[in-house]
């Protein structure tokens, strides 16, 4: 599965269960001769999630076999000490029903 595809079915669910999805995704800068930026933080989360009465949780969707940077783990190390759930969410997380879990706050 790809990212692009795991980043669809988990924001399809987070939505589905109430939660508002935060999304940074890359845009044009630089007019004629510029290029696609993601305009944050090197590493940044893919997914930020709200919902009242809930924790902020925060993902990085991987392929099954994808490889985490350096600086996607610094931000989700800071995130949860910061009392954020944050973490990384693979394909099989999303079969084996533990996205679902978290997003239901049993995770």
Known sequence: MTEKSLQ???MYRAKRDGWTV???GRGWVGGEGGAFRTPTNAG?????????GQS?????LKRERGIIAQAQLDWLALMRACGIVAGV??????????????????G
């Open 8 to 10: 669809a079915r988990v």
């Open 22 to 24: 935060a999304r940074v």
């Open 44 to 52: 940044w989360p893919d997914l930020v999630l709200f919902k009242p």
């Open 56 to 60: 902020i949780l925060a993902m990085e």
């Open 89 to 106: 969410v693979r394909p099989s997380d999303l079969r084996e029903g533990r996205v679902d879990a978290i997003l239901r706050g049993h």
